[in-house]
């Protein structure tokens, strides 16, 4: 089965920075809107950016707007997530999907998640 892989996550003050990075091992996710989710603890997944497949189009919840910004770069098969500002609240897991833009839904290719923890 097809997925994802995150890295990038770890400890971080806040007010700091990490870049999280979504690679596709096993396929091409050029022709694919691919974003960026998260889940807290007894909270629910919620969508955080997602990207067109050319890197025209993106869209943020309004939680992350100003704060992080989502990039793509499909000659290295790769789609990053630039985290700054952190805030306790952005601790979660963070995974990426195949996404539909317009809505920020993830339907496919789900990854395993890299923890982001935000803590002084």
């Known amino acids: 089965q097809l997925h994802f892989v995150e890295s990038g996550g770890g400890l971080v003050q806040p007010g700091g920075s990490l870049r999280l990075s979504c690679a596709a091992p096993?396929?091409?996710?050029?022709?694919?809107?691919v974003g960026w989710f998260r889940q807290a603890p007894g909270k629910e997944r919620e969508g955080v950016s997602c990207?067109?497949?050319?890197?025209?189009?993106?869209n943020y919840a309004d939680s992350v707007k100003g704060r992080f910004t989502i990039t793509r770069d499909n000659a290295k098969n790769t789609v990053y997530l630039q985290m700054n500002s952190l805030k306790p609240e952005d601790t979660a897991v963070y995974y990426c999907?195949?996404?539909?833009?317009?809505?920020?839904?993830?339907?496919?290719?789900w990854g395993q998640g890299t923890q982001v923890t935000v803590s002084s």
């Open positions: 990207i067109s497949p050319g890197g025209g189009s993106t």
């Open positions: 096993e396929f091409t996710l050029a022709g694919y809107g």
């Open positions: 999907a195949r996404c539909i833009v317009q809505l920020l839904r993830g339907y496919e290719f």
